[in-house]
Protein backbone atom coordinates (compact mmCIF):
# COMPACT_ATOMS: atom_id res chain seq x y z
CA UNK A 1 0.00 0.00 0.00
CA UNK A 2 1.29 3.51 -1.00
CA UNK A 3 0.71 5.46 2.61
CA UNK A 4 2.15 8.21 1.58
CA UNK A 5 3.26 10.97 -0.98
CA UNK A 6 6.18 13.29 -0.51
CA UNK A 7 6.69 16.43 -3.26
CA UNK A 8 9.33 19.34 -3.46
CA UNK A 9 10.00 21.88 -6.26
CA UNK A 10 8.58 19.49 -8.96
CA UNK A 11 7.46 21.61 -11.59
CA UNK A 12 4.02 23.67 -10.77
CA UNK A 13 4.42 21.77 -6.75
CA UNK A 14 6.49 23.61 -4.41
CA UNK A 15 5.46 21.76 -1.91
CA UNK A 16 2.40 18.92 -1.74
CA UNK A 17 2.05 15.87 0.91
CA UNK A 18 -0.59 13.15 0.46
CA UNK A 19 -1.61 10.71 3.34
CA UNK A 20 -2.89 8.03 1.70
CA UNK A 21 -4.71 4.55 2.86
CA UNK A 22 -6.42 1.51 1.73
CA UNK A 23 -9.64 1.31 -1.00
CA UNK A 24 -10.29 3.93 -3.66
CA UNK A 25 -8.60 7.24 -4.05
CA UNK A 26 -10.18 9.92 -6.33
CA UNK A 27 -7.88 13.14 -7.65
CA UNK A 28 -9.59 15.37 -9.11
CA UNK A 29 -9.69 19.30 -11.00
CA UNK A 30 -9.85 21.09 -13.46
CA UNK A 31 -8.41 20.38 -16.94
CA UNK A 32 -4.70 21.79 -16.75
CA UNK A 33 -4.46 22.28 -13.14
CA UNK A 34 -1.87 19.82 -13.10
CA UNK A 35 -3.41 16.03 -12.18
CA UNK A 36 -1.27 14.80 -14.76
CA UNK A 37 1.99 16.01 -13.03
CA UNK A 38 1.28 14.42 -9.54
CA UNK A 39 0.96 11.15 -11.18
CA UNK A 40 4.45 12.16 -13.25
CA UNK A 41 6.24 13.00 -10.19
CA UNK A 42 5.13 9.40 -8.26
CA UNK A 43 6.06 7.83 -11.54
CA UNK A 44 9.71 9.64 -11.04
CA UNK A 45 10.01 8.17 -7.29
CA UNK A 46 9.33 4.92 -8.69
CA UNK A 47 12.65 4.82 -11.44
CA UNK A 48 10.30 6.68 -14.27
CA UNK A 49 12.63 9.19 -17.11
CA UNK A 50 12.93 12.86 -15.37
CA UNK A 51 12.22 14.99 -18.18
CA UNK A 52 13.45 18.55 -18.92
CA UNK A 53 12.39 21.28 -16.96
CA UNK A 54 11.29 18.58 -13.98
CA UNK A 55 12.34 21.11 -11.41
CA UNK A 56 10.43 24.10 -10.30
CA UNK A 57 11.75 27.76 -12.03
CA UNK A 58 13.92 29.15 -9.35
CA UNK A 59 14.24 26.03 -7.08
CA UNK A 60 17.84 23.84 -7.09
CA UNK A 61 16.31 20.69 -6.87
CA UNK A 62 13.07 18.61 -6.91
CA UNK A 63 12.32 16.35 -4.28
CA UNK A 64 9.75 13.38 -4.70
CA UNK A 65 9.36 10.84 -2.18
CA UNK A 66 6.80 7.54 -2.26
CA UNK A 67 6.49 5.63 1.12
CA UNK A 68 4.72 1.92 0.53
CA UNK A 69 3.98 -0.41 3.30
CA UNK A 70 4.10 -3.84 1.11
CA UNK A 71 2.75 -6.71 2.35
CA UNK A 72 5.19 -9.17 4.39
CA UNK A 73 5.39 -12.29 1.29
CA UNK A 74 5.76 -9.51 -1.38
CA UNK A 75 8.59 -9.87 -4.12
CA UNK A 76 9.77 -6.34 -3.33
CA UNK A 77 11.18 -7.64 -0.01
CA UNK A 78 13.38 -10.32 -1.69
CA UNK A 79 14.75 -8.19 -4.44
CA UNK A 80 15.84 -5.45 -1.28
CA UNK A 81 17.51 -8.13 -0.11
CA UNK A 82 19.12 -9.41 -3.00
CA UNK A 83 21.09 -6.06 -3.25
CA UNK A 84 21.88 -5.65 0.22
CA UNK A 85 19.08 -2.91 0.92
CA UNK A 86 17.73 -2.84 5.21
CA UNK A 87 14.23 -2.39 5.48
CA UNK A 88 13.03 -0.48 8.96
CA UNK A 89 8.89 -0.45 10.01
CA UNK A 90 7.89 -2.50 7.36
CA UNK A 91 8.28 0.18 4.43
CA UNK A 92 10.09 0.49 1.57
CA UNK A 93 10.54 4.40 1.29
CA UNK A 94 11.56 5.48 -2.78
CA UNK A 95 12.70 8.85 -3.25
CA UNK A 96 14.04 10.67 -6.26
CA UNK A 97 16.45 13.86 -6.52
CA UNK A 98 16.37 15.67 -9.50
CA UNK A 99 18.83 18.68 -9.74
CA UNK A 100 18.23 22.08 -11.92
CA UNK A 101 21.30 21.06 -14.63
CA UNK A 102 19.86 17.60 -15.41
CA UNK A 103 21.65 15.06 -12.20
CA UNK A 104 19.38 13.31 -10.63
CA UNK A 105 20.05 10.68 -7.39
CA UNK A 106 18.09 7.47 -6.46
CA UNK A 107 17.72 6.14 -2.93
CA UNK A 108 16.19 3.29 -1.52
CA UNK A 109 15.26 3.55 2.24
CA UNK A 110 17.67 6.76 2.17
CA UNK A 111 20.10 4.25 0.54
CA UNK A 112 21.76 5.40 -2.75
CA UNK A 113 20.80 3.07 -5.55
CA UNK A 114 20.92 3.22 -9.25
CA UNK A 115 17.95 4.10 -11.36
CA UNK A 116 17.74 0.76 -12.64
CA UNK A 117 17.48 -1.07 -9.32
CA UNK A 118 15.01 1.89 -8.42
CA UNK A 119 12.75 1.03 -11.11
CA UNK A 120 12.71 -2.52 -10.80
CA UNK A 121 11.83 -1.60 -7.05
CA UNK A 122 8.97 0.42 -8.12
CA UNK A 123 7.54 -1.62 -11.09
CA UNK A 124 7.03 -4.40 -8.12
CA UNK A 125 5.10 -1.96 -6.44
CA UNK A 126 3.02 0.46 -8.18
CA UNK A 127 1.13 0.56 -11.79
CA UNK A 128 0.30 3.40 -13.65
CA UNK A 129 -2.62 3.65 -16.54
CA UNK A 130 -2.13 6.53 -18.38
CA UNK A 131 -4.59 8.26 -20.34
CA UNK A 132 -3.47 6.86 -23.53
CA UNK A 133 -2.65 3.38 -22.37
CA UNK A 134 -5.61 1.73 -23.85
CA UNK A 135 -2.74 2.10 -26.90
CA UNK A 136 -1.14 -0.56 -25.45
CA UNK A 137 -4.11 -2.87 -25.41
CA UNK A 138 -5.16 -1.73 -28.98
CA UNK A 139 -1.30 -3.32 -29.98
CA UNK A 140 -1.57 -6.43 -31.11
CA UNK A 141 2.12 -7.21 -30.71
CA UNK A 142 1.52 -6.85 -26.90
CA UNK A 143 -1.14 -9.01 -26.11
CA UNK A 144 0.76 -12.41 -25.97
CA UNK A 145 2.45 -10.53 -23.01
CA UNK A 146 -0.69 -9.64 -21.30
CA UNK A 147 -2.09 -12.97 -21.88
CA UNK A 148 1.01 -14.41 -20.63
CA UNK A 149 0.60 -12.19 -17.62
CA UNK A 150 -3.00 -13.06 -16.82
CA UNK A 151 -1.94 -16.93 -16.75
CA UNK A 152 1.32 -16.39 -14.65
CA UNK A 153 3.33 -17.62 -17.98
CA UNK A 154 6.10 -15.18 -17.59
CA UNK A 155 8.49 -17.57 -16.08
CA UNK A 156 7.48 -20.48 -18.48
CA UNK A 157 7.95 -17.91 -21.51
CA UNK A 158 12.32 -17.47 -20.07
CA UNK A 159 12.28 -20.94 -19.68
CA UNK A 160 11.36 -20.99 -23.64
CA UNK A 161 13.60 -18.61 -24.49
CA UNK A 162 16.85 -19.68 -22.84
CA UNK A 163 15.76 -23.34 -24.86
CA UNK A 164 15.52 -20.67 -28.14
CA UNK A 165 18.82 -19.14 -27.43
CA UNK A 166 20.31 -22.87 -27.02
CA UNK A 167 18.68 -23.65 -29.83
CA UNK A 168 19.89 -21.17 -31.64
CA UNK A 169 23.64 -21.04 -31.14
CA UNK A 170 23.85 -25.00 -31.67
CA UNK A 171 22.44 -24.02 -34.72
CA UNK A 172 25.10 -21.64 -35.41
CA UNK A 173 27.73 -24.18 -34.37
CA UNK A 174 26.52 -26.44 -36.72
CA UNK A 175 26.43 -23.72 -39.65
CA UNK A 176 29.44 -22.78 -38.92
CA UNK A 177 31.41 -26.39 -38.84
CA UNK A 178 29.53 -27.35 -41.66
CA UNK A 179 30.96 -24.23 -43.72
CA UNK A 180 34.24 -25.23 -42.49
CA UNK A 181 34.03 -28.79 -43.68
CA UNK A 182 32.68 -27.20 -47.19
CA UNK A 183 36.09 -25.15 -47.27
CA UNK A 184 37.63 -28.32 -46.50
CA UNK A 185 36.10 -30.24 -49.04
CA UNK A 186 37.02 -27.80 -51.36
CA UNK A 187 40.76 -27.30 -50.76
CA UNK A 188 41.21 -30.82 -50.00
CA UNK A 189 43.14 -31.72 -53.23
CA UNK A 190 45.51 -28.38 -52.51
CA UNK A 191 45.53 -29.42 -48.82
CA UNK A 192 46.66 -32.65 -49.28
CA UNK A 193 49.56 -31.21 -52.17
CA UNK A 194 50.89 -28.36 -49.77
CA UNK A 195 50.94 -31.67 -46.78
CA UNK A 196 53.05 -33.77 -49.20
CA UNK A 197 55.30 -30.72 -49.86
CA UNK A 198 56.12 -29.78 -46.28
CA UNK A 199 56.46 -33.58 -45.37
CA UNK A 200 59.12 -34.06 -47.91
CA UNK A 201 60.53 -30.47 -47.17
CA UNK A 202 60.85 -31.03 -43.52
CA UNK A 203 61.44 -28.30 -41.98
CA UNK A 204 62.81 -27.91 -38.30
CA UNK A 205 62.86 -25.42 -35.56
CA UNK A 206 65.06 -22.55 -36.02
CA UNK A 207 66.60 -23.83 -39.02
CA UNK A 208 66.55 -20.92 -40.86
CA UNK A 209 68.37 -19.11 -38.88
CA UNK A 210 70.82 -21.68 -38.40
CA UNK A 211 71.67 -22.29 -41.51
CA UNK A 212 72.06 -18.75 -42.09
CA UNK A 213 74.40 -18.93 -39.62
CA UNK A 214 76.59 -21.82 -41.14
CA UNK A 215 75.94 -20.15 -44.39
CA UNK A 216 77.84 -16.94 -43.50
CA UNK A 217 80.43 -19.13 -42.03
CA UNK A 218 80.97 -21.29 -45.30
CA UNK A 219 81.35 -17.51 -46.97
CA UNK A 220 83.91 -16.58 -44.73
CA UNK A 221 86.40 -19.90 -44.68
CA UNK A 222 88.54 -19.61 -46.94
CA UNK A 223 90.07 -16.39 -45.65
CA UNK A 224 89.76 -18.30 -42.20
CA UNK A 225 91.26 -21.22 -43.52
CA UNK A 226 94.23 -19.09 -44.86
CA UNK A 227 94.86 -17.15 -41.21
CA UNK A 228 94.77 -20.22 -39.44
CA UNK A 229 97.19 -21.92 -41.93
CA UNK A 230 99.78 -19.58 -41.19
CA UNK A 231 99.50 -20.00 -37.55
CA UNK A 232 100.38 -23.32 -37.75
CA UNK A 233 103.43 -22.52 -40.40
CA UNK A 234 104.76 -20.16 -37.97
CA UNK A 235 105.07 -22.70 -35.10
CA UNK A 236 106.15 -25.27 -37.65
CA UNK A 237 108.66 -22.83 -39.32
CA UNK A 238 110.34 -21.36 -35.72
CA UNK A 239 110.06 -24.96 -34.70
CA UNK A 240 109.06 -23.60 -31.31
CA UNK A 241 108.67 -27.67 -29.65
CA UNK A 242 112.51 -28.17 -30.44
CA UNK A 243 113.88 -25.14 -29.60
CA UNK A 244 112.01 -25.63 -25.98
CA UNK A 245 113.13 -29.36 -25.89
CA UNK A 246 116.50 -28.12 -26.44
CA UNK A 247 116.24 -25.64 -24.15
CA UNK A 248 114.90 -27.87 -21.48
CA UNK A 249 117.39 -30.44 -21.56
CA UNK A 250 120.40 -28.06 -21.16
CA UNK A 251 118.70 -26.62 -18.13
CA UNK A 252 118.39 -30.00 -16.70
CA UNK A 253 122.21 -30.57 -16.87
CA UNK A 254 123.04 -27.79 -15.13
CA UNK A 255 120.99 -28.01 -12.22
CA UNK A 256 122.57 -31.86 -12.35
CA UNK A 257 125.60 -30.00 -11.62
CA UNK A 258 125.09 -27.44 -8.33
CA UNK A 259 123.73 -28.42 -5.08
CA UNK A 260 121.28 -25.71 -4.74
CA UNK A 261 118.87 -25.81 -8.23
CA UNK A 262 116.17 -23.80 -6.95
CA UNK A 263 116.23 -21.36 -9.89
CA UNK A 264 117.20 -23.78 -12.25
CA UNK A 265 114.49 -25.79 -11.22
CA UNK A 266 111.56 -22.66 -11.71
CA UNK A 267 112.97 -22.23 -15.18
CA UNK A 268 112.19 -26.53 -15.81
CA UNK A 269 109.02 -25.69 -14.39
CA UNK A 270 107.62 -22.65 -17.11
CA UNK A 271 109.56 -24.29 -20.01
CA UNK A 272 107.80 -27.25 -19.38
CA UNK A 273 104.33 -25.17 -18.98
CA UNK A 274 105.51 -23.43 -22.11
CA UNK A 275 105.94 -26.49 -24.01
CA UNK A 276 102.78 -28.01 -22.99
CA UNK A 277 101.04 -24.85 -23.47
CA UNK A 278 102.24 -24.55 -26.89
CA UNK A 279 100.86 -28.23 -28.01
CA UNK A 280 97.66 -27.60 -26.87
CA UNK A 281 97.80 -24.15 -28.99
CA UNK A 282 98.65 -26.68 -32.24
CA UNK A 283 95.72 -29.14 -31.51
CA UNK A 284 93.14 -26.20 -31.01
CA UNK A 285 94.56 -24.36 -34.27
CA UNK A 286 94.34 -27.93 -36.42
CA UNK A 287 90.31 -28.22 -34.97
CA UNK A 288 89.27 -24.91 -36.42
CA UNK A 289 91.26 -25.81 -39.24
CA UNK A 290 88.91 -28.36 -39.19
CA UNK A 291 85.81 -26.97 -38.26
CA UNK A 292 86.18 -23.78 -40.47
CA UNK A 293 87.37 -25.32 -42.96
CA UNK A 294 84.73 -25.73 -46.16
CA UNK A 295 84.11 -29.03 -47.94
CA UNK A 296 83.76 -28.75 -51.25
CA UNK A 297 80.13 -29.00 -51.86
CA UNK A 298 79.07 -27.86 -48.35
CA UNK A 299 78.42 -24.59 -48.84
CA UNK A 300 76.28 -25.19 -52.09
CA UNK A 301 74.13 -28.22 -49.81
CA UNK A 302 73.76 -25.34 -47.42
CA UNK A 303 72.76 -22.68 -49.54
CA UNK A 304 70.00 -25.16 -51.23
CA UNK A 305 68.15 -26.00 -48.28
CA UNK A 306 68.34 -22.41 -47.09
CA UNK A 307 66.94 -20.78 -50.53
CA UNK A 308 63.95 -23.88 -50.19
CA UNK A 309 62.98 -22.90 -46.80
CA UNK A 310 62.81 -19.53 -48.03
CA UNK A 311 60.87 -20.06 -51.13
CA UNK A 312 58.51 -22.39 -49.55
CA UNK A 313 57.64 -19.59 -46.98
CA UNK A 314 56.85 -17.14 -49.32
CA UNK A 315 54.62 -19.31 -51.00
CA UNK A 316 52.54 -19.56 -48.01
CA UNK A 317 52.90 -15.75 -46.70
CA UNK A 318 54.61 -16.81 -43.46
CA UNK A 319 57.79 -16.36 -42.10
CA UNK A 320 60.04 -19.81 -42.36
CA UNK A 321 60.18 -19.99 -38.92
CA UNK A 322 56.14 -20.74 -39.11
CA UNK A 323 56.70 -23.59 -41.73
CA UNK A 324 56.80 -26.04 -38.60
CA UNK A 325 53.23 -24.92 -37.25
CA UNK A 326 51.78 -24.50 -41.09
CA UNK A 327 52.75 -28.32 -41.86
CA UNK A 328 50.90 -29.12 -38.49
CA UNK A 329 47.93 -27.31 -39.53
CA UNK A 330 47.91 -28.72 -42.94
CA UNK A 331 48.16 -31.97 -41.17
CA UNK A 332 45.29 -31.44 -38.59
CA UNK A 333 43.21 -30.20 -41.34
CA UNK A 334 43.55 -33.46 -43.02
CA UNK A 335 42.76 -35.49 -40.19
CA UNK A 336 39.57 -33.38 -38.94
CA UNK A 337 38.36 -33.65 -42.64
CA UNK A 338 39.13 -37.48 -42.39
CA UNK A 339 37.49 -37.87 -39.11
CA UNK A 340 35.32 -34.84 -39.16
CA UNK A 341 32.34 -36.82 -39.99
CA UNK A 342 31.82 -37.85 -36.83
CA UNK A 343 32.24 -34.60 -34.76
CA UNK A 344 29.74 -32.79 -37.70
CA UNK A 345 27.09 -35.86 -36.80
CA UNK A 346 27.76 -35.22 -33.33
CA UNK A 347 26.78 -31.27 -33.60
CA UNK A 348 24.01 -32.66 -35.63
CA UNK A 349 22.59 -34.39 -33.20
CA UNK A 350 22.88 -31.85 -30.47
CA UNK A 351 21.24 -29.12 -32.87
CA UNK A 352 18.28 -31.68 -33.47
CA UNK A 353 18.33 -32.52 -29.58
CA UNK A 354 17.81 -28.25 -28.81
CA UNK A 355 15.21 -27.67 -31.37
CA UNK A 356 13.45 -30.70 -29.88
CA UNK A 357 13.36 -29.34 -26.33
CA UNK A 358 12.22 -26.14 -27.86
CA UNK A 359 9.67 -27.41 -29.84
CA UNK A 360 8.15 -29.50 -26.97
CA UNK A 361 8.26 -26.42 -24.75
CA UNK A 362 6.25 -24.01 -27.21
CA UNK A 363 3.77 -26.99 -27.44
CA UNK A 364 3.03 -27.15 -23.71
CA UNK A 365 2.95 -23.29 -23.55
CA UNK A 366 0.49 -23.13 -26.63
CA UNK A 367 -1.59 -25.02 -24.50
CA UNK A 368 -0.88 -23.47 -21.76
CA UNK A 369 -1.94 -20.20 -23.39
CA UNK A 370 -5.08 -21.69 -24.92
CA UNK A 371 -6.42 -22.47 -21.14
CA UNK A 372 -5.27 -19.29 -19.95
CA UNK A 373 -7.15 -17.34 -23.00
CA UNK A 374 -10.46 -19.33 -22.04
CA UNK A 375 -9.79 -18.16 -18.25
CA UNK A 376 -9.06 -14.52 -19.55
CA UNK A 377 -12.52 -14.76 -21.56
CA UNK A 378 -14.62 -15.53 -18.93
CA UNK A 379 -12.95 -12.84 -16.49
CA UNK A 380 -13.52 -10.23 -18.80
CA UNK A 381 -17.01 -11.29 -19.86
CA UNK A 382 -17.74 -10.78 -15.82
CA UNK A 383 -16.42 -7.62 -16.15
CA UNK A 384 -18.24 -6.35 -19.26
CA UNK A 385 -21.74 -6.68 -17.78
CA UNK A 386 -21.06 -4.14 -14.92
CA UNK A 387 -19.74 -1.65 -17.17
CA UNK A 388 -22.66 -1.57 -20.02
CA UNK A 389 -21.62 -3.77 -21.99
CA UNK A 390 -23.27 -7.26 -21.37
CA UNK A 391 -24.07 -7.79 -24.63
CA UNK A 392 -20.74 -7.41 -25.84
CA UNK A 393 -18.28 -10.44 -26.15
CA UNK A 394 -14.94 -10.67 -25.60
CA UNK A 395 -12.25 -13.36 -27.42
CA UNK A 396 -8.80 -13.68 -26.80
CA UNK A 397 -7.67 -15.28 -30.64
CA UNK A 398 -4.87 -17.33 -30.85
CA UNK A 399 -3.15 -18.50 -34.17
CA UNK A 400 -0.02 -21.08 -34.10
CA UNK A 401 2.81 -20.78 -36.53
CA UNK A 402 5.25 -23.46 -35.53
CA UNK A 403 7.02 -22.35 -39.10
CA UNK A 404 7.74 -19.07 -37.64
CA UNK A 405 8.91 -19.91 -34.11
CA UNK A 406 10.50 -16.90 -31.72
CA UNK A 407 12.17 -16.81 -27.84
CA UNK A 408 8.69 -16.02 -27.25
CA UNK A 409 6.59 -19.30 -28.54
CA UNK A 410 4.94 -19.91 -31.76
CA UNK A 411 2.05 -18.30 -31.04
CA UNK A 412 0.40 -15.23 -32.24
CA UNK A 413 -2.22 -13.07 -29.75
CA UNK A 414 -4.81 -10.93 -30.66
CA UNK A 415 -7.75 -9.83 -28.71
CA UNK A 416 -11.26 -9.25 -30.43
CA UNK A 417 -14.43 -8.37 -29.43
CA UNK A 418 -17.79 -7.93 -31.04
CA UNK A 419 -20.05 -5.37 -29.49
CA UNK A 420 -23.60 -6.10 -30.84
CA UNK A 421 -25.19 -9.53 -30.87
CA UNK A 422 -24.83 -11.66 -33.71
CA UNK A 423 -21.68 -9.20 -35.36
CA UNK A 424 -18.67 -11.18 -35.94
CA UNK A 425 -15.69 -10.12 -33.30
CA UNK A 426 -13.17 -8.06 -34.78
CA UNK A 427 -10.08 -6.55 -33.90
CA UNK A 428 -10.12 -4.14 -30.18
CA UNK A 429 -8.89 -1.27 -32.72
CA UNK A 430 -11.38 -1.86 -35.34
CA UNK A 431 -14.79 -2.66 -33.30
CA UNK A 432 -14.70 -0.70 -30.31
CA UNK A 433 -16.03 2.84 -30.01
CA UNK A 434 -14.54 5.64 -28.30
CA UNK A 435 -16.51 5.16 -24.61
CA UNK A 436 -16.46 1.38 -25.72
CA UNK A 437 -12.54 0.86 -25.49
CA UNK A 438 -12.58 2.85 -22.45
CA UNK A 439 -14.84 0.13 -21.03
CA UNK A 440 -12.82 -2.68 -22.50
CA UNK A 441 -9.43 -1.53 -21.11
CA UNK A 442 -10.82 -1.30 -17.53
CA UNK A 443 -12.43 -4.56 -17.58
CA UNK A 444 -9.76 -5.98 -18.81
CA UNK A 445 -7.27 -4.05 -16.76
CA UNK A 446 -9.55 -5.50 -13.66
CA UNK A 447 -9.62 -8.81 -15.05
CA UNK A 448 -5.47 -8.79 -15.15
CA UNK A 449 -5.00 -7.09 -12.15
CA UNK A 450 -6.35 -9.94 -10.18
CA UNK A 451 -3.42 -11.83 -11.40
CA UNK A 452 -0.86 -9.55 -10.39
CA UNK A 453 1.01 -8.36 -7.02
CA UNK A 454 1.00 -4.57 -7.19
CA UNK A 455 0.80 -2.18 -4.38
CA UNK A 456 -1.02 -0.08 -5.54
CA UNK A 457 -2.75 0.56 -9.15
CA UNK A 458 -3.10 3.57 -10.53
CA UNK A 459 -5.85 5.02 -13.21
CA UNK A 460 -5.31 8.34 -15.12
CA UNK A 461 -8.58 9.32 -17.00
CA UNK A 462 -10.07 5.58 -17.03
CA UNK A 463 -13.69 7.22 -17.89
CA UNK A 464 -12.92 9.08 -20.85
CA UNK A 465 -15.44 9.38 -23.34
CA UNK A 466 -18.34 7.61 -20.64
CA UNK A 467 -21.08 9.69 -18.74
CA UNK A 468 -24.02 8.72 -16.79
CA UNK A 469 -24.66 5.54 -15.97
CA UNK A 470 -21.80 3.88 -18.02
CA UNK A 471 -19.64 6.19 -15.78
CA UNK A 472 -21.40 5.21 -12.85
CA UNK A 473 -20.78 1.80 -13.51
CA UNK A 474 -16.59 2.57 -13.98
CA UNK A 475 -16.44 3.81 -10.50
CA UNK A 476 -18.51 1.12 -9.51
CA UNK A 477 -16.16 -1.18 -10.68
CA UNK A 478 -13.34 0.91 -9.37
CA UNK A 479 -14.19 0.54 -6.58
CA UNK A 480 -15.29 -3.29 -6.23
CA UNK A 481 -11.60 -3.25 -7.84
CA UNK A 482 -10.11 -0.89 -4.36
CA UNK A 483 -11.67 -4.05 -2.25
CA UNK A 484 -8.74 -6.44 -3.07
CA UNK A 485 -5.86 -3.68 -4.43
CA UNK A 486 -5.52 0.24 -3.16
CA UNK A 487 -6.45 2.18 -6.59
CA UNK A 488 -5.80 5.56 -7.47
CA UNK A 489 -7.95 7.78 -9.78
CA UNK A 490 -7.49 10.83 -11.95
CA UNK A 491 -10.85 11.36 -13.39
CA UNK A 492 -13.45 14.20 -14.30
CA UNK A 493 -16.35 12.26 -14.04
CA UNK A 494 -18.58 13.16 -10.69
CA UNK A 495 -19.82 9.46 -10.36
CA UNK A 496 -16.46 8.36 -10.36
CA UNK A 497 -15.27 10.61 -7.68
CA UNK A 498 -18.32 10.05 -5.25
CA UNK A 499 -17.68 6.37 -5.17
CA UNK A 500 -14.13 7.15 -4.00
CA UNK A 501 -12.87 6.77 0.09
CA UNK A 502 -10.86 9.79 -0.09
CA UNK A 503 -10.56 12.65 -2.33
CA UNK A 504 -8.07 15.47 -3.11
CA UNK A 505 -8.31 17.94 -5.58
CA UNK A 506 -5.03 19.29 -7.41
CA UNK A 507 -5.98 23.23 -8.41
CA UNK A 508 -3.87 25.57 -10.11
CA UNK A 509 -3.08 29.24 -8.22
CA UNK A 510 -1.68 31.99 -10.00
CA UNK A 511 -0.22 34.87 -8.34
CA UNK A 512 1.32 37.77 -10.17
CA UNK A 513 4.16 36.51 -10.55
CA UNK A 514 3.94 32.98 -10.13
CA UNK A 515 1.58 29.91 -10.99
CA UNK A 516 1.56 27.11 -9.02
CA UNK A 517 0.04 23.82 -8.25
CA UNK A 518 -1.80 22.32 -4.47
CA UNK A 519 -2.97 19.20 -3.58
CA UNK A 520 -5.63 19.65 -0.43
CA UNK A 521 -7.94 16.79 1.03
CA UNK A 522 -11.20 17.13 -0.12
CA UNK A 523 -13.94 16.17 2.84
CA UNK A 524 -17.33 17.21 4.33
CA UNK A 525 -19.14 20.15 2.86
CA UNK A 526 -16.06 20.78 0.86
CA UNK A 527 -16.15 17.16 -0.92
CA UNK A 528 -19.98 18.16 -1.56
CA UNK A 529 -18.58 21.48 -3.70
CA UNK A 530 -16.01 19.93 -5.59
CA UNK A 531 -18.89 17.11 -6.82
CA UNK A 532 -21.08 20.03 -7.03
CA UNK A 533 -18.28 21.72 -9.12
CA UNK A 534 -17.45 18.54 -11.25
CA UNK A 535 -21.53 18.38 -12.31
CA UNK A 536 -22.00 21.81 -12.84
CA UNK A 537 -18.88 23.37 -13.96
CA UNK A 538 -18.08 26.90 -12.74
CA UNK A 539 -21.25 27.98 -11.34
CA UNK A 540 -22.11 25.90 -8.52
CA UNK A 541 -26.06 25.98 -7.98
CA UNK A 542 -28.01 24.09 -4.92
CA UNK A 543 -29.34 21.81 -7.53
CA UNK A 544 -26.16 20.59 -8.19
CA UNK A 545 -24.97 20.09 -4.71
CA UNK A 546 -28.34 18.20 -4.30
CA UNK A 547 -27.45 15.76 -6.88
CA UNK A 548 -23.94 15.82 -5.30
CA UNK A 549 -25.39 14.57 -2.36
CA UNK A 550 -27.32 12.11 -3.77
CA UNK A 551 -24.02 10.45 -5.40
CA UNK A 552 -22.35 10.35 -2.37
CA UNK A 553 -25.31 9.00 -0.60
CA UNK A 554 -26.24 11.69 1.81
CA UNK A 555 -29.74 12.35 2.29
CA UNK A 556 -30.95 15.90 1.36
CA UNK A 557 -30.38 18.73 4.22
CA UNK A 558 -32.43 22.01 5.10
CA UNK A 559 -28.96 24.15 4.97
CA UNK A 560 -28.86 25.32 1.75
CA UNK A 561 -27.55 21.88 0.23
CA UNK A 562 -24.05 22.38 2.21
CA UNK A 563 -24.56 19.85 4.75
CA UNK A 564 -22.14 17.09 5.91
CA UNK A 565 -22.82 14.15 4.34
CA UNK A 566 -22.94 10.25 6.13
CA UNK A 567 -20.69 9.17 3.45
CA UNK A 568 -17.95 11.84 4.23
CA UNK A 569 -17.58 10.50 8.00
CA UNK A 570 -15.49 7.80 6.92
CA UNK A 571 -13.70 9.65 3.53
CA UNK A 572 -11.47 11.22 5.72
CA UNK A 573 -7.83 10.58 3.90
CA UNK A 574 -5.92 8.57 7.08
CA UNK A 575 -3.01 9.81 8.85
CA UNK A 576 0.00 8.43 8.28
CA UNK A 577 0.60 7.27 11.64
CA UNK A 578 -2.83 5.37 11.42
CA UNK A 579 -1.91 3.80 8.19
CA UNK A 580 1.56 3.11 9.71
CA UNK A 581 0.16 1.50 12.61
CA UNK A 582 -2.48 -0.44 11.19
CA UNK A 583 0.14 -2.11 8.43
CA UNK A 584 2.54 -2.79 10.91
CA UNK A 585 -0.07 -4.71 13.36
CA UNK A 586 -0.99 -6.53 10.14
CA UNK A 587 2.29 -7.68 8.70
CA UNK A 588 4.67 -7.72 10.91
CA UNK A 589 4.16 -11.04 12.56
CA UNK A 590 4.41 -12.41 8.79
CA UNK A 591 7.17 -10.89 8.03
CA UNK A 592 9.05 -12.29 11.17
CA UNK A 593 7.54 -15.54 9.81
CA UNK A 594 9.30 -14.79 6.32
CA UNK A 595 12.59 -13.96 7.97
CA UNK A 596 12.77 -17.39 9.71
CA UNK A 597 11.44 -19.05 6.42
CA UNK A 598 14.25 -17.55 4.88
Request: hydrophobic content about 45%.
Amino acid sequence: MLVGLHIQDYVLIDQARLSLGRGLTALTGETGAGKSILLDALGLAAGGRAERGAVRAGAKQGVVSAIFEPAADHDAWALLEENGLSAEDDQIILRRVQSADGRGRAFVNDQPVSIRLLRAVGELLLEIHGQHDGRGFLTAAAHRAMLDEFGGLTRRVDGLGRLWRNWREAEAALDERRRERDAALREADYLRHMARTLADLDPQPDEEAALAARRAELTASEKIAEDLNAAVSALEAGDVDGRLSASLRHIERAAGRVADSELLSAAVERLDSALSEAGEARALLDAAIDRFGAQPDEIDRVEERLFALRAEARKHGVPPDMLCALRDRTEAALNDLEQGEAAFDALEQAAKEAQDAYRAAARALSAARAAAAKKLDKAVAKELAPLKLGRAVFQTRIETHTDRPTAEGVDAVEFMVATNPGAPAGPLKTIASGGELSRFVLAMKAALAAKENRTVIIFDEVDAGVGGAVADAVGERLARLAADAQVLVVTHSPQVAARAERHWRIEKRQRRASTSTAVTPVEGDDRVEEIARMLSGAQITDEARAAARRLLGAPPTGDGGRGKTSRESTAKPASKSADKSAGKSARKPARKRLASAR
